[in-house]
C-alpha cells in the first residue's frame, strides 16, 4: 500500500482511496455517536447548514464546535456524547476540520473518516478493499496536527499487516498542542477528559464510512461480519 499525508490546502484530484483523520474530535465524536445509537451523519458544509437543516428536520441531532447556538442540540464532544441517547437518530454535524476534510474528498470512491478510537478497523477494511494508493487527510492544523499525523500513520502501518506497537502514536497524539488544550479546557465546548477520550486505542470495532447520499454527505458505520 502507497500512502500519502496530505493537508486539506494540499488536496486537489480526488483520491482513489481517502482516510480522513481528526482525532479531536470530529471523527471520535462520530464514532461515540454510532456506538450509541445513530443511525447515520450528515456533515454540514457551513455553520447556517447544520441548523437550518435541524429546522427541516426536528428530530435530528445538530453537533457543531464551540459553544451551544440556537438550532444547534451539543457541542462536538465525545464526553457529552456518552451521556446521550441518540437511537435510531440522524445526527447532523459541522467542525472546522474534521467535516471540511471529509467534504473535500466527499468524490473519491472510497472515503473513511477515522480516529484512534476506529483506528484497527479502519485498517482492516482498507486490507480488504485495497492494495493502491490511500491518501490519508490530516485535517488538523493545515495539515500538521500531531495528534491526526500519529494515527494516520498507525492506520498505514497496520493495514499494510505491519505488527505495530501503539503506545509510541498515543503518546505523540497525547503530547500534542490539541491535547494540551483540551486538558486545560481551553477548547470551549468539551469537558476537560475529552482528550482522554479521543485516544482510546480500538474502542470501536467498526469502521465509518461516508458517501453521497441526495446531494448530502453522510457518514454511516461499517461492520464485519
Known sequence: MDARFLGIAELSAAPSVAVV?????ACTVAAWAFARGT?????????D???ALKSRHPDWVALKDGAPAPGVDAVNSPGQLRSRD?????V?????AGTVGALAVK???????AGFVVAEATARLLRQRT???VTFVVTGEDGRAEEDLACAQYIARRAAGEAVDAEPFLRRAGDSRAAAELARGCARGPTPRTWRYCLELDRFSFAIVATQEDSLV???PHTFT
Open 21 to 25: 483523520v481528526d482525532v479531536m474530535r
Open 39 to 47: 443511525e447515520k451523519i450528515v456533515l454540514a458544509g457551513s455553520l
Open 49 to 51: 447548514e447544520a441548523p
Open 86 to 90: 441518540p437511537s435510531g437518530r440522524t
Open 92 to 96: 447532523v454535524q459541522k467542525t472546522t
Open 107 to 113: 468524490d473519491a470512491p472510497l472515503v473513511l473518516c
Open 131 to 133: 492494495g493502491g494508493d
Open 218 to 220: 453522510m457518514l454511516r
